[in-house]
Nanobody, 118 residues
Framework: QVQLVESGGGLVQPGGSLKISCATS????????MSWYRQTPGNERELITS????????PTLDSVKGRFTISRDNAKNMVYLQMNNLKPRDTAIYYC???????????WGQGTQVTVSS
């Protein structure tokens, strides 16, 4: 079955950086656009950024442009999110999944908590 396992979150100070990872299995990863999403309490999950199978960056949430970069390793079935210049408003649980604008998403993993605070 499909598994999505996010990791690498934590507490970081404003202006800091963090790289989170997502290990995937159970589907043909290299054929799918992959995305990162985030969710805060009381709000719906929002799509942040996506990447094509070949590594092209697809439309990205305006609030993270220039700060967040998605990447992937098709050989390892991994997708990553490099987050720079983090702001308190980036505090959320971060999830990976296939791009919801192109496919039906798989069951969600547990996510990884990112907290930006001094």
């Amino acid at each position: 079955q499909v598994q999505l396992v996010e990791s690498g979150g934590g507490l970081v100070q404003p202006g800091g950086s963090l790289k989170i990872s997502c290990a995937t299995s159970g589907f043909p990863f290299s054929r799918y656009d992959m995305s990162w999403y985030r969710q805060t309490p009381g709000n719906e999950r929002e799509l942040i950024t996506s990447i094509s199978p070949s590594g092209s960056i697809l439309p990205t949430l305006d609030s993270v442009k220039g700060r967040f970069t998605i990447s992937r390793d098709n050989a390892k079935n991994m997708v990553y999110l490099q987050m720079n210049n983090l702001k308190p408003r980036d505090t959320a649980i971060y999830y990976c999944n296939v791009d919801e604008t192109s496919y039906g998403v798989f069951d969600w993993g547990q996510g990884t908590q990112v907290t930006v605070s001094s």
